[in-house]
């Protein structure tokens, strides 16, 4: 998949391209800023996102959301405070909430590929919070999903 | 006619009137002497004049019987009076009804006072009109008191309508300031972790890189509690459940090994956020030790439970595996760091081996959460 990294914080961005690239995938680029990440979804065309919420430039990692909703781009929020983001969380798959561990990021990206490549993923990763009333694959199969109230 | 005319006319009406009344009349006496201020006007003469008042109404009004007698009571009124209070007087008058209103009047030296006023006509034989006769009682005491507590009340409820705002303002101010708080705890806990990876990942040392694996597992277990402990409205509490919940779906999960079997039973225990990070770490620890002595190599079962249990709280963690031979220095360490949580909490271990099934059982009493 080429993935672009919606993400602020360089180190963690740095740490995150790695990860992903070290489950074979290619990272198109990073953006900190809302303005980056229009253009490089407009140049790069990703198959994939990882959207922090808070970036540069304000809260503007929502409205990146619905822009790659819009365009069809699968995506999903990382972020470290998920009551920012509207319950339906704007079209993303799901929503993977900071500090992630090594493992959880490890599971997500295994069921985001399965979700993206059309398989039913065996396992729904249990720190990635999914869309209120999601429906169909986005169903976890295991454990408990919903964000603590 | 002049005044003077109008003065003594008045004057004749009203000496009539008392002539009717002998001094010794009880009625008379009573309306002269009495603390309630009385007029007695006369409305077949011109403008209705005033032909008596007792001297209570003198002492009211600040005007001398000479001074009020021929006069029409609109002497009374000023620029403070109602107009429309006014207009319900003549209108009961003209209709020749009784009327009971309160009425801001002023006295001769300009002063006001507020009236309860008695108008009232008085008839003849006839049905005529010959008399009207008027009480005041003036309650501008009674009203200065109603509008000191309305203005009183008004002040309070202006004070407590501040306070509030400021105390919501305050409140505001500090929901903000715990968000940006938590936010930047959990952007450093990430941080650290990522640095940890990263250092892991440019290692080409296979120890350097296992130390650092084992440092990020334990730097990750607190970070998921304080993920889970500010993820609740309620902050300063954690679900021990939660926690172990995904603990072992992550680490086994990211084993990928179609060969390992996850069981749980899981019941809700909540504890106080003290308690949450060694709690955190002896599930991790227990769960890290399975993984070690086999389950990441061979497979095998793991049950993971937590729950109550007669007034304590139980973590259990069953496994079957397939021994493997594992690293001495790893082993002791996760030794350590298991007894140093387990004896922050008072906790008790009970361990068990079978064969290829061990059993670790935690027990450990916790405060019932206050609701």
Redesign the interface.
Known sequence: MRVLIVED?A??A??LE??IEAAGHKVIGQAAAGKTAFELIEKERPEFAFVDV?LLDGPTGIDIGRHLAKTGIPFIFVS???KRIPDDLVGAIGAL????????L??TL?YVEAVISGDTPD?A???LVFPKHAKGECEAP???HD??? | MSETEQYIDARNAGDRLLAEHASEDPFAAAFKATRMPMIITDPRQADNPIIFLNKAFSELTGYSADELLGRNCRVLQGPETDRAAVDRIRAAIAAGEDISIDILNHRKDGSTFWNALFVSPVRNREGEIIYFFASQLDFTNIKSKEAELAAARHLAEEEVQRRTADLEHALGAKTVLV?EV??RV??N???I???V??QA?ISEDDTVRKTLRSV?NRV?AL??V???LL???DVGHF?VA?FA??LV???V??L?RADIKVTTDLKEVIVPAAKASPIALVVNELVGDAVRRGLGEGGGHIHLEVRRLNGHFLIRVADTVTPVDMDREEQAFSQLMLNTSLKQLGAKIERTVKGRQTNVSVTLLVDERKE
């Open positions: 914080e180190l963690l740095l740490e790695s990860e808070q470290g405070n998920l909430e900071k500090p992630y561990t090594m493992s959880g490890q599971n295994a396992l990763p249990p720190s295991v454990g408990n964000q603590p109230q | 968000h938590d936010h959990k952007n806990l990430l941080t972790a990522s640095i990876k990263l990942r990020l990750e970070s998921t304080q993920r889970k993820n609740d409205d679900d939660d919940n995904e779906l992550d680490m999960g990211s990928k």
